[in-house]
């Protein structure tokens, strides 16, 4: 389908591919998004380099990018990783750029300091037997120090992104942009641009990056809590921008479930509790 097709970057471009809350309970969390008219995708769990990586997740599939949920299962280098990033807050803990060459990537990386990992190739198997594959870059957490920040190639998005996982109710329709807390947001803008090969921008309080597809913005948390609502302490990732086709409807659904919405001068920011974390920009 040609929403899968939209889903690799044409080469030179970056896509704000997705994001990932950390979560302890994934059939908690996966329920309270289904409350609010998401379809979420049955669990699988990773597999890395042939063997279990110790985390399992549900996702949110979007017509731009997804949303993942994500829980540490095992006792492994990986989930541990994980566990030490929710010690800290709840909510969103990774942030995802897509790209399609992620070798170039890594080279690019660490040409520039970055000292990214050996590239990884992840696989999970879906209920149907189908397998989803794709590459990631990791660096180490000093480099980016605001949570899990990574690139991916998709190798199989035709795989994941089907009219079954994307028949929302809520017109929810994609991954519009991602909040990032700093003590410094021209500093860590700066970082933030080298790591992605943007150029930050001013943006009234906060320093923005855009992408093919998609924005990061960076600020302190006294200026992203104005924005969202609340933010944790930097470093951090305070929460992000939803698409929507109706956007009241969906803040009045997540009201009548007794989610904290609240109007800002950027929409309907929707504080959601400790079994996801973060919040909704709508």
Request: hydrophobic content about 45%.
């Amino acid at each position: 389908m040609r929403i899968a097709e939209d889903q690799q970057p044409a080469p030179g471009e970056l896509y704000l591919d997705h994001v990932a809350h950390f979560v302890a309970d994934l059939g908690a969390a996966a329920r309270l998004a289904e409350s609010a008219g998401f379809v979420v995708t049955p669990e699988s769990a990773h597999r890395a380099q042939g063997a279990p990586a110790g985390t399992s997740n549900r996702c949110i599939m979007l017509e731009r990018g997804y949303i993942e949920i994500l829980a540490p299962t095992l006792d492994t280098p990986n989930a541990q990783r994980v566990r030490q990033r929710m010690a800290r807050y709840d909510g969103v803990h990774l942030a995802c750029f897509g790209t399609p060459d992620a070798e170039a990537e890594h080279r690019r990386l660490a040409e520039h300091g970055f000292e990214p990992e050996p590239l990884v190739d992840l696989q999970r198997t879906l209920e149907t037997g189908k397998r989803v594959r794709f590459s990631v870059v990791y660096v180490p957490p000093a480099k980016m120090p605001e949570g899990r920040v990574q690139y991916v190639q998709q190798l199989t998005p035709e795989v994941i992104w089907n009219a079954a996982s994307l028949a929302h109710a809520n017109g929810v329709t994609g991954l519009e942009a991602l909040y990032v807390v700093a003590e410094d947001p021209p500093q860590a803008a700066a970082r933030w641009a080298r790591f992605a090969g943007l150029l930050p921008r001013p943006d009234g309080a906060l320093v923005r990056l855009d992408c093919a597809r998609g924005q990061v913005f960076v600020g302190t948390q006294h200026h992203l809590a104005e924005i969202l609502g609340t933010a944790p302490a930097a470093p951090g990732l305070a929460g992000y921008r939803l698409g929507c086709r109706h956007p009241e409807a969906f803040a009045a659904r997540c009201t009548g479930l007794g989610l904290a919405v609240r109007r800002t001068a950027a929409g309907h920011a929707v504080l959601l509790p400790a079994s996801l974390g973060g919040v909704w920009l709508i």
